[in-house]
């Protein structure tokens, strides 16, 4: 069976561009998948979608083993068929050309006889690229296709990605280790957790409106401010999270604009919070990113969270990433609700 992280990794379109990216040959392909994605695929293959109401984007590792081929397949087909796509390009970021040939004529077969057409299939390796149609015919006649040379360091999708403060990490790894702690901020782990211990025991029901208040202040004067909270502050904020009233009444009124505004303050807490408190953290900044449509980092948020302990809220949100749910539906998340505890 794939590892959980071969669940789809979801990106919708960025509402907020004036003039669509549009690929027009190969190189506009392999430069538009990883500022799409926000780091460089490996080992995976990412299916960009067209002709769908709301058209997303989604990755999925590449399977161990040709038992697992139906799997991926299934993975990518489903939320195709959800969303009633018209058409998909598949990219596939590999060093194996047998398993490019393999699970592409796969996934061409699967999604032909869904009434879902192929466009394209490539695969890329990160200095060539091939195309399924001319790896198939030459492989049966006993040749190799040599590739074609490509690269899209200075491609003006990825110019253009710079220019509006978009990184593209060099792997999903690195993306993922952004929401790890550094070594100043495990240093700093004991006086965070002092702090978030000695406001926890001070924490009672009738003080969580005015915590709400508090936590909903402090938020605002650091996005205003460009400024983070310091240990002690961050504990307090921390231990706020950890009361189900208030972080749920921190994410529920979340919209697009504003989880613009506070997304990065969100990922210097979870990089900053000790191991026992990062979970409610990780779930607002996972909320957050899938509602910024970054879906790469709401997974990242998603398992980090999970790594030390699982929420109705991270949950939720690893479902709305698997279904490929569009940000602007906002569903009313019932069942990210966890009820009066403190967990």
Do not use: K, N
């Amino acid at each position: 069976m794939t590892t959980p992280d071969a669940l789809p990794e979801t990106t919708p379109p960025d509402p907020d561009r004036t003039t669509p990216m549009v690929a027009r040959c190969r190189d506009d392909l392999l430069a538009l998948v990883p500022t799409l994605m926000g780091f460089e695929p490996a080992e995976s293959v990412t299916m960009l979608t067209f002709g769908a109401a709301r058209p997303f984007h989604a990755r999925v590792d590449l399977p161990w083993c040709d038992d697992d081929d139906e799997e991926v397949v299934g993975l990518l087909l489903e939320p195709a068929l959800r969303h009633h796509v018209a058409h998909v390009v598949l990219v596939v970021h590999s060093t194996h050309g047998r398993v490019f040939a393999r699970l592409g004529r796969r996934l061409v077969d699967a999604f032909c006889a869904a009434g879902i057409g192929v466009v394209e299939v490539v695969r890329a390796d990160g200095t060539l690229a091939w195309c399924l149609d001319c790896v198939e015919p030459t492989a049966g006649r006993g040749g190799r296709c040599p590739g074609h040379p490509y690269d899209v360091s200075a491609h003006p999708f990825v110019a253009e990605a710079v220019l509006r403060g978009r990184v593209v990490h060099a792997s999903r790894e690195a993306l993922a280790q952004t929401l790890e702690p550094d070594g100043p901020a495990r240093d700093a782990h004991p006086r965070v957790s002092e702090a978030a211990t000695r406001h926890g025991a001070r924490l009672a029901a009738a003080a969580h409106p005015r915590e709400l208040r508090w936590l909903r202040r402090s938020v605002q004067r650091h996005v205003e401010l460009g400024t983070r909270p310091d240990d002690g502050r961050l504990g307090r904020l921390l231990a706020d999270l950890a009361v189900v009233a208030i972080r749920e009444a921190c994410w529920e009124g979340m919209g697009r604009a504003r989880a613009e505004r506070e997304i990065e303050l969100w990922r210097d807490v979870v990089r900053r919070a000790p191991a026992h408190l990062v979970a409610p953290a990780a779930g607002v900044l996972a909320y957050a990113a899938w509602l910024v449509g970054d879906g790469a980092l709401a997974w990242c948020a998603v398992d980090r969270g999970r790594a030390h302990g699982d929420l109705p809220l991270l949950t939720h949100v690893a479902g709305l990433l698997e279904r490929a749910v569009p940000p602007t539906d906002q569903p009313v998340a019932q069942d990210a609700r966890e009820g009066p505890q403190v967990a």
